[in-house]
């Protein structure tokens, strides 16, 4: 899961969260996946929306242009294709991660760029607590639980 420096600890982790995430909605009832679990709106297909959307935003400097916006998954798309977008753009990100030679470079070359430590541990931050809400969710949906 983990190598023996800070760079590989940090993206084992991240890389098991976001196994977690993506393990979450496989195989999760068609007829559910849009659907809201909560008051909020927050759904499966959602949550993997916007995760897409963050790993854009910090590893690659591509800013939304409606954040509220990145929760909610084109109606067009169908679940497997909002998923191998999020597996595509974590690929991408990897590349851009392991181009990394020191974490306080920035992680993108876009403007105002965080260092690559701190986009690393944010997005751990972000898919642990968004893996946490899709846990939840597919419990509700079909008492799925665990990673």
Not at 13 to 21: K, N, Q
Not at 30 to 59: D, K, M
């Amino acid at each position: 899961m983990t190598g023996p420096g800070e760079k590989e600890v940090l993206t084992g982790f991240l890389d098991y969260l976001r196994e977690s995430a993506l393990g979450k909605v496989a195989n999760a009832p068609e007829q559910w996946v849009r659907v809201p679990g909560v008051a909020s709106g927050t759904n499966l297909l959602g949550l993997i929306e916007h995760l897409t959307h963050v790993e854009r935003r910090l590893f690659l400097g591509e800013q939304p242009h409606d954040w509220a916006a990145t929760f909610h998954a084109d109606q067009r798309k169908s679940t497997e294709s909002v998923l191998q977008g999020y597996r595509d753009v974590i690929a991408t990100a990897n590349r851009a991660i392991g181009a990394c030679t020191d974490l306080e470079e920035p992680a993108h070359s876009g403007g105002s760029a965080p260092s690559m430590r701190w986009a690393l541990v944010h997005m751990i931050e972000e898919t642990g607590r968004h893996a946490g809400h899709l846990d939840i969710l597919r419990e509700l949906i079909d008492g799925d639980t665990g990673r």
